[in-house]
């Protein structure tokens, strides 16, 4: 049996999902306060979760403790956050796991900042950079809600100037113009690590892949993630009536060694070789 403790963050999730959902830290002798009613905080300590409890009006939620996707849609935001559906593959292909050192770019209001500091753990460490002090105060203000604040290290820098880190294990760059800083990104990974990128337009997809491919990143895959909801009703299952479908293009590559070849005029070429078709697709390809 899983019980409460002072300290635990929360959620509070009524019968009508979308209006009657909270979150907060659990604290003794406060209360929490809404238009249905109040609950004291002691009153919830010692729960077991999953426990159906009661406002002093009567109302009813059901006590839970928070998903990962819940914290990120309960965060306070000036700007857009990365969707909870990329930000799953993103840790995936970027391979985010304990104790990594992970950097990020474009602070934001802290989405992604917070999910990479729970999945590296206490013994990783992410850094975010930003130009804006007052995203980063809103991002910080977001991580210690959570209790992720000291696991992350906040720069406010133009990262025109470069990074202070030579050796991160991953990058990720949340940036209107990435393809502008490839080159510092470069320098900022160890040998093989993973550069990931989000934009909403193909054209800057097609510029930061010029960019990737001049300053060594090997193994690029462009993509982006789609995802559709069903209505929960055995009788009628069925899509439901909106989907969350683009949201931006995903791109990853990996920093790697290899010096490019100098360019030979097309008169040199012997007469065996053949030049390949770009566009024909290559045997070894699967879906």
Same mark, same amino acid.
């Given at each position: ?17 979308? @209006?009657? *959902? &909270?979150?907060? #830290? ?7 306060? +809404? ?6 905080? !002691? ?107 000291? @696991?992350? *290290? &906040?720069?406010? #820098? ?7 880190? +030579? ?6 760059? !949340? ?110 390809? &699967?879906?």
């Amino acid at each position: 049996m899983t019980v409460t403790r002072a300290g635990d963050i929360i959620q509070l999730v009524g019968r009508d999902r979308k @209006r009657q *959902t &909270f979150i907060f #830290r659990l604290a003794p002798g406060e209360k929490f306060h +809404t238009h249905f009613g109040m609950i004291e905080h !002691d009153a919830l300590i010692g729960l077991e979760l999953g426990t159906e409890i009661a406002t002093h009006k009567g109302h009813g939620f059901y006590l839970l403790e928070p998903s990962t996707d819940d914290l990120i849609r309960d965060l306070r935001r000036n700007s857009q956050i990365i969707y909870p559906k990329d930000i799953g593959y993103i840790l995936m292909k970027m391979a985010i796991a304990p104790g990594k050192t992970v950097v990020e770019s474009g602070t934001g209001s802290g989405g992604l900042t917070t999910v990479l500091a729970q999945m590296v753990g206490p013994q990783g460490r992410v850094i975010s950079y930003d130009v804006r002090a007052d995203m980063q105060a809103l991002a910080r203000k977001n991580l210690e809600r959570v209790g992720l604040a000291e @696991r992350v *290290t &906040f720069k406010l #820098r133009d990262i025109a100037e470069g990074y202070d880190e +030579t050796d991160a294990d991953a990058l990720f760059l !949340d940036v209107p113009n990435p393809w502008d800083y490839a080159a510092q990104v470069r320098r900022a990974l160890k040998g093989g690590g993973f550069f990931g990128n989000i934009v909403p337009t193909a054209n800057q997809v097609s510029r930061l892949l010029e960019a990737l491919q001049r300053n060594r990143f090997d193994f690029l895959e462009v993509c982006e993630v789609l995802i559709r909801y069903y209505k929960v009703v055995p009788e009628r299952l069925r899509p439901t009536d909106r989907m969350v479908a683009h949201t931006g293009y995903l791109t990853f590559g990996r920093a790697v060694h290899w010096k490019a070849p100098e360019p030979r005029d097309a008169a040199d070429a012997g007469p065996d070789e053949v030049a390949a078709d770009e566009d024909a697709p290559e045997s070894d390809d &699967f879906i």
